[in-house]
């Protein structure tokens, strides 16, 4: 079972406008979320994190709002940039020392100039 | 400072050889983790070492896949005999202990695996 999802497999945004990356989970019992940034033939690369008692964080131009009640998060870039063009993959970590991470499937973000 | 080295970036094989993949973490880093990731798809967790212990491998398959992470540095991950299905970018991870608040985890480049 896929309990972190991506239901968009891409998304194209005009650069200087808002992107919004959507993440839906389904356990309850995760302790932190995770967005990463992947290049093509790079590894994932950590963008901003949030605790499950927390409902937003704030890095820059990076935003991430947890809605634990609907097991939904999504991250915010404003304003986009070229740059930003890459695959980001939402991830869940599992808490009470387990310590795993779920990875979602990934949603490729372009950045039109 | 330099970051997670992994090697081979790339490696083609026949099916039913063994392939090993070494990963060098990040200095100090307690954490090693090994994932696998399918085209199209998010990492998935294969073994997690703190140092030298292996404290939760439970999607490896242990049929044919093994880890060692001597001396609680660097680490081994071998498949033997690979299979068709085994195509995929094994990725290695590092971060400070795990723990009660998050630590990061540093990725390195990958080595892309194709099994013909």
């Known amino acids: 079972d896929q309990q972190v999802k991506q239901n968009s497999p891409s998304l194209s945004v005009q650069e200087g406008r808002i992107s919004i990356l959507n993440c839906d989970y389904t356990n309850s019992m995760f302790d932190y979320f995770l967005w990463?940034?992947?290049?093509?033939?790079?590894?994932?690369?950590?963008?901003?994190?949030?605790?499950?008692?927390?409902?937003?964080n704030e890095d820059g131009r990076f935003t991430v709002f947890l809605n634990k009640s609907a097991k939904h998060l999504s991250?915010?870039?404003?304003?986009?940039q070229p740059g930003d063009s890459a695959v980001y993959f939402c991830a869940a970590r599992t808490g009470s020392g387990t310590y795993k991470y779920i990875f979602g499937t990934g949603t490729r973000l372009k950045v039109l100039a | 400072e330099a970051g997670v080295v992994q090697s081979p970036r790339y490696k083609i094989i026949e099916k039913k050889q063994p392939v090993a993949f070494w990963c060098n973490p990040i200095s100090g880093h307690n954490t090693l983790y090994w994932y696998r990731q399918n085209l199209g798809q998010g990492p998935e967790l294969l073994i997690r070492y703190e140092n030298e212990e292996a404290v939760d491998d439970s999607q490896l398959p242990k049929d044919r896949f093994s880890a060692e992470r001597l001396k609680g540095v660097d680490s081994t991950l071998k498949i033997q005999p690979a299979e068709l299905g085994d195509s995929a970018v094994y990725l290695c991870a590092s971060s400070l202990r795990a723990g009660s608040s998050y630590n990061e985890q540093f990725f390195g480049p990958g080595t892309r695996l194709t099994v013909l």
């Open chain 1, 36 to 56: 990463y940034k992947k290049y093509p033939a790079e590894g994932p690369t950590f963008l901003i994190s949030i605790s499950s008692i927390k409902d937003k």
């Open chain 1, 75 to 80: 991250l915010h870039i404003v304003p986009s």
